[in-house]
């Protein structure tokens, strides 16, 4: 099972629409995808009709089953999207609590990891969408997957955002004492702009094996499909931000093959 995390601190960088347009994409090749909302203020439950205000199971039952020692199945959890082979795991307005509830409890790290290994032969593909603050529920999904994707919006303030979630990062890599790759993605590019293109410069001087060698180019579709519930590749496969997001998958799934040819190397 690929478990793919998109995460960064500063919000607003398309973390939600990468997780929407990734996940769409695998579940119209077929593959069976679980897209998950880490995100208290809830986005990608809203993008297809879950309020999370109102909505009765959620990931945070996850974490409640946990101190409850409750057997609750994650079954129980899943609501369908627009595309049979996708489900998602929404979230709750309950979650912004959860750092001061649980947040301190040994072992709480490894909740979504552990719920995960037992779902193993339900999907083939799982993507977590963060939301944009350091906390018990990012710590989970870093926890939890095998490549981490950091949308970087195409302008200099997003450069900072970049620093800190590289340093989040590191931190997290060595307390799990595990590496994590990473792929950098630029977002938003938009061509007409200097600072899009000086910002782009930037990113290619300072980042080099970890960058996308391409760009997400801001496209209006994407409004349009959030409009729709549905991810882009549903209701327009030719836009091109759908496009960009379909060579990005191309460059995701060759990350996890050279891992996963650099594991059996070394036994
Ligand atoms: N490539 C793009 N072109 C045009 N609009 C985009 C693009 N990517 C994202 N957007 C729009 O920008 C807004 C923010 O995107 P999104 O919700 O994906 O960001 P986020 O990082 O998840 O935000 P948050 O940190 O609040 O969770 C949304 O309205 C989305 O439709
Ligand atoms: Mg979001």
New binding site residues.
Partial sequence: MQIWTVA?Q?????????SVTLGGLLAQRGEKTLLIDL?P?G?LSSYFGYNPDTIEESVYSLFHREVAHSHMPLASMLRRTSMPKMDLLPASTALVALDRQIGAQEGMGLVLHDALNEYKSHYQAVII?C??TLGVLMVNALAACNQLII?VQTEFLALHGLERMLKTLEMIMLSNKHALNYTIVP???DKRTRASKDCLEQLRKTYTEHLWNEC?????Q??EA?RAGQPLCTLNALAR?NQAYSRLLSRLQLVDETDMDMMRAAG
Avoid at 10 to 18: D, H, L, S, Y
Avoid at 216 to 220: E, G, L, N, R
Wanted: without cysteine; aromatic residues 6%.
């Fill in positions: 960064n500063k919000g607003g960088v398309g973390k939600t629409t990468t995100d203020h986005s969408d939301p944009p949308p977002t938003m590019f997400i180019p801001v496209d209006t994407f409004r959030s931000g």
